[in-house]
């Protein structure tokens, strides 16, 4: 079973408006928490990581995400979202295993 | 550009064919990974290797192996593959095995005919 699920394939926002793409997770005691970013015919870029401290984590691009352990969540957030951020974003995380386990991937759309 | 490097971007061969994949990292990491992303589907980790050594192999095929000669090089050498393993295959290298992030390339595109 995944250890962290993105539960929408496919997310579509309007340009300027605040986005938020899912992400939960299922890793028990401390979680190792990522956001990457894939643009197409590339490889992942990492956007963000939660490791400990500050729930609210803040990455490249204006993104940032929010842990939340009574919810076991990890959404991504951006407040104003723009064209060039449409791409298929992947939530991660390595535990016990210490490697890195991705989600199923959701495409975002940012139309203008 | 990330520091990962792979050739070719993209590849065709033939299902009898033998081909290899390279990946290069000049990050000074010492953990590289080879990674299946085909469509629809979570990427898959295939295989880890830490300071030059096989730490992971996720039940990979023996059609797909693996070398790992120095830091900074990994192989992926490809014989008799079948049109199921068409995928994008995905490099990636972090400073060490675990709780860091990873740096990946841009992977190659193999189509088997």
């Known amino acids: 079973a995944q250890s962290v699920a993105q539960p929408e394939d496919q997310v579509n926002v309007a340009e300027g408006n605040p986005l938020t793409v899912k992400c939960t997770y299922s890793?028990?005691?401390?979680?190792?928490l990522f956001w990457y970013v894939q643009y197409p015919n590339r490889g992942l870029q990492f956007l963000l990581k939660y490791i400990t401290g500050d729930n609210l984590v803040k990455g490249s691009y204006g993104f940032e995400a929010e842990f939340n352990k009574s919810q076991t969540s990890f959404h991504l957030k951006k407040p104003s979202a723009l064209v060039s951020d449409s791409a298929l974003y992947f939530c991660a995380e390595t535990g016990s295993a210490r490697q890195l386990t991705f989600g199923s991937g959701t495409q975002l759309t940012v139309l203008p | 550009e990330t520091g990962v490097t792979q050739t070719p971007r993209h590849l065709v061969m033939g299902m009898t064919n033998k081909k290899s994949l390279k990946c290069e990292q000049h990050?000074?990491?010492?953990?590289m990974y080879w990674y299946k992303q085909s469509a629809k589907k979570p990427l898959e980790l295939m295989f880890v290797y830490n300071f030059k050594e096989q730490t992971e192999n996720n039940s990979v095929p023996s059609r797909f192996s693996p070398e790992c000669p120095n830091s900074s090089h990994l192989f992926l050498h490809l014989h008799t593959l079948q049109p199921e393993d068409s995928a994008l295959y995905l490099c990636?290298?972090?400073?060490?095995?675990?709780?860091?992030?990873?740096?990946f390339g841009q992977g190659t595109r193999l189509t088997v005919v």
């Open positions: 990050l000074g990491h010492n953990a």
């Open positions: 990636a290298s972090s400073p060490g095995q675990g709780n860091t992030e990873a740096f």
């Open positions: 890793v028990s005691g401390n979680p190792y």
